[in-house]
């Protein structure tokens, strides 16, 4: 199984033009008379689209191309104004790479990039609102895609999931992309054939278009795998075809329209002229690209002590990574921070809709409460009454701790004579503690505990609650 | 001047009277109008005449030209190929394709002259989407040439070169990407110059093949082709292939001698393609030039014979592509009540395109399809560079190099019209230079039976200064460039 | 090289032109001369030459990335065949 992915570069215009590439507008606002195709217009390559490309193919550790060329690629559609779309057929400007995945299990999947090129995005049809009409909308076309497509190294649904959120995250930490799925930012083909167990020969590959979350990614390729392979059982032979998944009747339907005549005739395409990069243009975007998740994610199991799954979490974004790090900077306890953020708040947030960007709870903030954690001012259930002052914005975290009086009794002195009320209070559960056996005296300690907790509202420290209460039982 | 002057008079000569007040702009602008509108109707070299416009834009150029202000062209009327862009003016390509088409902009060239203070009389016919050495297939009807009505001007810039030839307008836009301004200048006795591809840039201009279309100047004598392609010239930041490269003063060193310029002669521009007498009319005209003191040396351009078939793939490759976007959709042509997509592409595309559009179509795209691309449009992009090869051994020991700009004088109306072969012969001296990208220009060398000759200088890229210099000097000695033909008029 | 009217009428149909029935062998019998004609290139040795694309062998200027086109739909719509509520509209298109 292999995967190409067209990820929209988000630049300000288009690839080659002047007009905005901003998403929503009213239908062909945003197309000006190069995106229309219109006569004697000419393309003129966006800066910042090579920068974009060139940026991905250091990301990936790809080879980049210094010489990339230009091609047209000819084919009718009504979306595609010029009747060609301008992309890079024989010469690439991201050339081979290797891209390490991180899978859900800690391990790394390693995916071959064949080579990754620049083209145009064409406009949208729109089916239903005129009578035996189809609207057309230019103001897609023309923005710049990267196109990035992989060797046949997937095996499993899972593994291509995992390569495309990784390309996600890659792609949002150097900016290069808004990657937002649900606007079409990022479109994965899926390109699938089976291999018949026991033999080294792939069959005929399908290919299925436009598949817009991770979600349909997996369902897409399980009912197009099983479908390929009910073909193969029933001794039916799989057709080339390109292919598009319907997620309302989660099935994959054979696209007859693109089907028809599909000789590309690419040629170098004479209104532009090849791009030639040399090493000091790649030098200076390398030494610009951000620290990239791969390297944050091995930064942070070394420097941190992270485990692999949650130094994986953490840096599954930029935001949530940096959130990490600069809490971290102040609590100087990145393993409860890691909790924290991927556990209370990601939890508070999720309920909220609420983005990380968006935290009424600042790094600063929680840093302030886990530091109060870390030197036992705060039991975990208390901490998590500070948490909700936090987010409503009581203040500070000790300032919360203050006014809702929270502080946790760790006072040795104060403990002492919490227990020793309690040891009096109930003379009956002494004897019998004194006398059972490890696993009902286990039982019996909880009893005090809870005890203790109860005279002291909460505030006692649990864990030297525990022993304290052992010695003085062992000691009475 | 007496409209008989007027309308043979050159730019440098108009903008010396209008400068000296002894004519105004709104008066030769008049007269150029008067004359279209006399002879016109014979020759059919203006397609869309812009007469009120063309009054506005010289009564402002007169109150400039009060002030004293303005530049060189300010107030000199001109035509545009109608494969210009021009805002708000029909551009058609002479095709019904773009019958209706009013492009909401202008093409660099277009806009560049405008702000010099030129006047737009109008777009001049050509040969659809210039694919023609002879103005017939235009849907508006052939241009006829003004030597002899019963014969073609050449083309595609057929109607420009008419219309300075018959006194239509001093100066005219052309564009070339086969010989389509050398071919029609030499068989209508005017100059015409194709700068080096990347000159002037092409944006606004009706692609044709990309990697080989260029404008240029047609004009009567190459001082004023000097004028125009100084406003036509250098970087647009629209055109991705238009060159970042200093544009000289052309006009500064044009009086310069030549003595000492090596001047090749390539013996295979003298094979027997080349009719005999055109021979003789050519090898008079490096006489002269001998004589003005250049020297003429014997060279090589071995690869000259596979120009065509060379050509005819990559031209009609790119054509096949650029011409796609008439598809009925957006602009254009739009067949009626079309009964699904494909009904809508193939009847528009099909009822829109003249005949030899279509068949270059047809063979460009054959030439790009699966299986044909290396054997065909790969092999002529390496043989495209063997000719540019050629020319830079040649230019190795020569300055210019010199023949002739068509195998013929102009031909009889409708006599290659049924043999395309026989039609794209007629681009075997012009059409390397395209391949090449490199400047060239052909000036009258007289007139055989009355029907005019045109010598070819070509130049090393971006080096027209030295193509305008030697065709400057040519004029000085000689006259061919003052012969007019007699009024149609008059010219039964 | 022999050209078939079915070879005439395939590229055709890639290019989106329909060819008339009774001028098939026409329109076959020319193309056919000009692929002979356009064939002499199989005698040149072009071993080892580098394809041209493009003259003067010059590379690509980049465009700073912002956005200097205004909306500009009415005056780009007014030349189109077919157009509503800023739609360009085309026969029902089937996926």
Known sequence: MGLEVHLQLATESKIFSGAATRFGAEPNVQACAVDLGMPGMLPVLNARAVQYAVMFGLGVGARIGKRSVFDRKNYFYPDLPKGYQVSQFFEPIVCEGKFEVPMPDGSLFPVRITRAHLEEDAGKSVHDAYAGQTGIDLNRAGTPLLEIVTEPDFRTAEQAVAYLKSLHSLATYLGISDGNMAEGSMRCDVNISLRPTGTEVYGTRTEIKNVN???????????????????????????????????????TRSMRSKEVANDYRYFPEPDLLPIVLDDAYIDNIRAGLPELPGAKRARFIETYGLSDYDASLLVDSRTTADFFEAATDISKAPKLTANWILGDLAGALNRESLDLTESPVSPEALAGLIVRIADDTLSSKLAKQVFEGLWLGEGTADEIIEARGLKQVTDTGALESLVAQVIEGHPDQVTQYQAADEAKQKKLLGFFVGQVMKASKGQANPQRLNGLLRAMLDSG | MSPNELSTATAVELAAALRAKTMSAVELTQACLATIARE???????????????????????????????????????????????????????????????????????????????????????????????????????????????????????????????????LGTGTDTGGSIRQPASLCGITGLKPTYGRVSRLGIIAFASSLDQAGPMTRTAEDAALMLQVMSGLDPGDSTSADIEVPDFRANLGDPISGLKIGIPKEYFSSSLEPRVAASIQAALVELEREGAELVDIDLPHTDQGIPTYYIIAPAEASANLSRYDGVRFGYRCEAPTDLNDLYERSRTEGFGEEVKRRILVGTYALSTGFYDAYFKKAQQVRRLISEDFNTAFETCDVIAGPAAPGVAFGLGTKTTDPLAMYLEDIYTLSVNLAGLPGISVPAGLLDGMPVGLQLIGRAFDEATLLRVAHRFQLRTDHHLARPVPTAVNP | MSTTPADVLSVAQLARLRIEEAALDDVTERFGRILDLVAQLQQVDTEGVEPMSNPHDMVQRLRADAVTEDAQRDALQRVAPSVEDGFFLVPRVID
């Not at chain 2, 016109?40 to 150029?61: D, F, H, K, R, S």
């Open chain 2, 40 to 170: 016109n109707p014979v020759l059919n070299a203006a397609i869309t005449v812009c007469g009120e416009q063309a009054i506005e834009e010289a009564t402002a150029a007169d109150t400039l030209l009060r002030r004293g202000d303005g530049g060189t062209l300010t107030g000199i009327p001109l035509l545009h190929k109608d494969i210009f862009c021009t805002r708000d003016v029909a551009t058609t390509c002479a095709s019904r394709m773009l019958e209706n088409f009013i492009p909401p902009y202008d093409a660099t060239v277009v806009s560049r002259l405008r702000a010099a203070g030129t006047i737009m009389l109008g777009k001049t016919n050509m040969d659809e989407f210039a694919m023609g050495s002879s103005t017939e297939t235009s849907v508006f009807g052939e241009t006829r040439n003004p030597w002899n009505i019963h014969c073609v001007p050449g083309g595609s810039s057929g109607g420009t070169a008419a219309a300075v030839a018959a006194g239509f307008t001093p």
């Open chain 1, 213 to 251: 979350s991770f979600r349909f990614v997996e369902k897409a390729i399980a009912v197009e795998t099983e479908r390929q392979m009910d073909i193969l059982e029933s001794g039916g032979h799989i057709v080339q075809e390109t292919r598009l998944y319907d997620a309302d009747r989660n099935e």
